[in-house]
């Protein structure tokens, strides 16, 4: 399985970014427990999940920070996974990381991933 993301950049405070990953080598989100998730690093600090869109019924799950602001979608028939992120703020700089699991239980912790793409960065800054 191999996941490639992009979409990142370079954009002012208030602005938007849509990052995607598209997977190959197996389908996600077919089964009840597995599943794709953002997750995203800063300079000096640990991991931390973002978004996560699991299930065949594509429950989704958010940081409480991004709320209102990022949303997580799918489509399946292109195996792809898009954040769609608006009102970026500063404190969203970092690197976002893609990732899948067949059997995710607890969307906010990496370990319940079994693959990772590449990270793309993201920076807000005027």
């Known amino acids: 399985v191999q996941l490639q993301a992009s979409g990142g950049g370079l954009v002012q405070p208030g602005g938007s970014l849509r990052l995607s990953c598209a997977a190959s080598g197996r389908t996600f989100g077919t089964l009840n427990t597995d599943g794709m998730g953002w997750f995203r690093q800063a300079p000096g600090k640990e991991r931390e999940f973002v978004a996560a869109?699991?299930?065949?019924?594509?429950?989704?799950n958010y940081l409480d920070s991004v709320k209102g602001r990022f949303t997580i979608s799918r489509d399946i028939a292109k195996n792809t996974v898009y954040l769609q992120m608006n009102g970026l703020k500063p404190e969203d700089t970092a690197v976002y990381y893609c990732a899948a699991g067949r059997r995710i239980f607890r969307v906010w912790t990496s370990d319940q991933y079994d693959y990772w793409g590449q990270g793309t960065q993201v920076t807000v800054s005027s």
């Open positions: 869109i699991r299930g065949s019924g594509g429950i989704t």
